[in-house]
């Protein structure tokens, strides 16, 4: 396989400004901000060590609650649509309950079972809350230090830090046993797309990427060629952004099967009615074809696109100045968003788009969480969101959670981040 650019150095691949900041160059998001940096350690310390032992305890002293809905992976789909069947709240939410979380990924937080994965903070070493009130819960699926990268409803697979050497480890949902570990070679940024019991591994370091069966950890395919650390993946391609470049794999053999180079940087790609698409910091979005041709290019915005989410033939573009919809098969402009806020964060519910929103004007910023009505864009609701926020917004049936950094934070390092519950 012909190798490719090199990804980031690690470091710099930390330095984030919100969720599209894993998305985008760290050119495109200085663009996007223009507003100080944030560092998210992306790789999973921990303050002690998990011993790797099973943790075979039983989740049985759950809460009789449950909230429906789903969000396993990072962006939710292996798609990278950030888009779910949930409905969200019926009508404007307030925060249902709060939750001090760590601050040691930039994953979105994912959701299972009424199971919601985050970092824990110090002091605790569980981090899987009860998504109904919040609570932590009294056993969880993961051992102490244990990051979750990602789940199939049945598995969820966890990354953890070793003086031998780090791994992965395959852990029963309903039970928490440990069925199955693989090395894994100093992730930088432990993201998994999974798709029909397979998962997809990006790194800073070789191997550059790799796939592997989730019921056993075994391996695939790992990567020749220099891979970013996000996929998105469809039956037959994984595809992946990295500067300029806009690529897919072979989804069963890891061979190259076409490499595109444009003029901007590119955005992490969501795959959506057979096209790979993505946005870059000059302001337009394009989509390519499953052999590469390059389908359409249209300009929606001035400065740089912020978000994209996409569902139902629809692309959700988000901008310095509102959303954008077009149709994801022509790239035509369907509609645009009666709000003009700088969009930050996309996801996309059963008849709603939700759009993470900071005013542009004023010395204080504020920002805020905004429903806006899928067909037309228009806006159902708004509520303020107290603090910066670090995930998009993960939805849920009756509930949306978003992960911020309080505003009273002034050395983010020594800062726990939180999350929060609208519903």
Not at 217 to 239: H, K, M, N, T
Not at 252 to 272: C, H, K, N, Y
Not at 323 to 350: K, N, Q
Not at 374 to 401: H, T
Request: hydrophobic share 35%; net charge negative; glycine share 10%.
């Amino acid at each position: 396989m012909e190798s490719y650019r090199r990804p980031r150095d690690p470091q710099e691949q930390r330095a984030e400004s919100g969720p599209m900041a894993s998305d985008l160059t760290r050119r495109n998001v200085l663009a996007v901000t223009g507003s100080a940096l944030f560092t998210a350690v992306a790789g999973c310390t921990t303050d002690g060590e998990s011993d790797g032992d099973d943790n075979e305890e039983a989740l049985d002293s759950r809460v009789d609650e449950r909230v429906d809905g789903e969000w396993l992976l990072h962006r939710a789909t292996p798609e990278n649509t950030a888009a779910t069947d949930g409905s969200g709240p019926d009508g404007e939410p307030s925060i249902a309950w709060e939750r001090a979380v760590g601050a040691k990924s930039g994953i979105d937080p994912l959701v299972v079972d009424s199971l919601v994965f985050a970092y824990p903070p110090d002091g605790r070493d569980v981090g899987t809350l009860e998504a109904a009130t919040g609570e932590p819960t009294a056993a969880g699926p993961l051992a102490s230090g244990e990051l979750a990268m990602g789940s199939d409803g049945e598995t969820v697979v966890a990354y953890r830090e070793r003086d031998d050497g780090d791994e992965l480890v395959g852990r029963d949902l309903e039970t928490g046993e440990e069925t199955w570990t693989t090395d894994a070679t100093d992730l930088s940024t432990p993201l998994l797309t999974m798709r029909d019991g397979v998962a997809y591994q990006g790194g800073s370091t070789q191997p550059y990427g790799q796939a592997f069966d989730v019921d056993d950890g075994d391996d695939r395919w790992e990567s020749e060629s220099s891979l970013p650390i996000d996929f998105a993946v469809d039956d037959e391609i994984v595809a992946y952004a990295s500067d300029e470049i806009l690529a897919a794999l072979e989804a069963d053999s890891g061979d190259q099967r076409w490499v595109e180079e444009f003029d901007a940087a590119l955005s992490t790609p969501p795959l959506i009615e057979d096209h790979v698409v993505s946005a870059t910091a000059d302001g337009s979005v394009l989509a390519v074809d499953s052999s590469g041709d390059l389908d359409w290019r249209k300009q929606v915005a001035d400065g740089a696109v912020t978000a994209l989410a996409a569902a139902e033939g629809r692309l959700f573009v988000g901008t310095e100045s509102g959303v954008v919809a077009l149709d994801a098969d022509s790239g035509d402009e369907v509609t645009r968003s009666t709000i003009s806020d700088a969009v930050r964060a996309l996801a996309v519910g059963a008849d709603n788009c939700y759009a993470i929103t900071t005013e542009t004007d004023g010395d204080d910023p504020e920002n805020r969480l905004v429903a806006l009505e899928s067909g037309s864009l228009e806006s159902a609701w708004s509520v303020e969101v107290p603090g910066a926020v670090r995930s998009r917004p993960v939805i849920l049936d009756g509930m949306v959670l978003v992960r911020v950094l309080p505003s009273a934070a002034v050395d983010e390092s020594d800062f726990d981040e939180t999350l929060l519950a609208f519903a």
